[in-house]
């Protein structure tokens, strides 16, 4: 079974403060992504890697950044938080290479910031 | 602009009976489709998927319908059970694109 694990299941910060969202997968995964989900919106990506050190800005990058320095571990980053970031953040992997690739989710990481 | 939608926010059926969860999308180059569940306090979970090449998917008690003419799928869940109480999002993507689009999510709740 692939495994999307997400260090955090909540987290509580600041408003100003530096926040780091880590995700690790162990399926060996071409394709990591970062969505937040939030009430009537559904899930928005905010960034995906390709590859080892590759991104690219998905739908709602503003505010945020991104680190893939392995194969198995996409980083998000708030440089620093607002309380508009309150959201819960999913990570998802997928194979790559092929047209039709199924993303697998993490748990989520539900981030307060006051 | 959203480019799927799931215009209905949430759904409540009797045990036993149908549930039809609907979704459209906007852009004609979607080619593969797929339904994710999600419970609380839980990443979604992949469902069932559909290729535009198909007009129907079944597995089990969940069925996939795709109308490309009409830019409409919908799920078809029979019979329903309570523990398929959850939020069933449908999501799009084209071809060559390793990345999905999302719709906004139905909550499906189940009455025993």
């Known amino acids: 079974d692939v495994k999307v694990t997400q260090s955090s299941r909540y987290l509580v910060k600041r408003t100003g403060e530096k926040v780091f969202l880590e995700c690790v997968q162990d399926?060996?995964?071409?394709?990591m992504f970062w969505y937040r989900q939030d009430p009537g919106l559904g899930l928005r990506l905010i960034y995906f890697?390709?590859?080892?050190?590759?991104?690219e800005k998905g739908d709602i990058p503003e505010g945020y950044s991104v680190s893939r320095e392995k194969k198995e571990r996409f980083s998000l980053i708030l440089e620093s938080a607002s309380t508009n970031q309150t959201s819960m953040y999913l990570c998802?992997?997928?194979?790559?290479?092929?047209?039709?690739?199924?993303?697998?989710f993490g748990a989520g990481t539900r981030l307060s910031v006051l | 602009d959203q480019q799927v939608k799931q215009n209905s926010p949430s759904l409540s059926v009797q045990e036993g009976r149908i549930s039809i969860l609907n979704c459209d999308y906007t852009?004609?180059?979607?080619?593969?489709f797929l339904w994710y569940k999600k419970y609380p306090a839980e990443g979604p979970t992949f469902l069932i998927s559909?290729?535009?090449?198909?007009d129907k998917n079944e597995d089990g008690r969940f069925t996939v319908f795709l109308n490309k003419s009409a830019k409409h799928l919908s799920l078809h869940i029979v019979p329903s059970q309570p523990g398929d109480s959850a939020v069933y999002f449908c999501?799009?993507?084209?071809?060559?694109?390793?990345?999905?689009?999302f719709g906004s999510g139905t909550k499906l709740n189940v009455k025993p």
């Open positions: 998802a992997s997928s194979l790559g290479g092929t047209d039709q690739n199924i993303q697998y």
């Open positions: 399926m060996d995964h071409e394709n």
């Open positions: 890697s390709y590859d080892v050190k590759m991104k």
């Open positions: 852009n004609s180059m979607f080619d593969y």
């Open positions: 559909i290729s535009s090449i198909k």
């Open positions: 999501a799009a993507s084209a071809p060559h694109f390793n990345k999905f689009y």
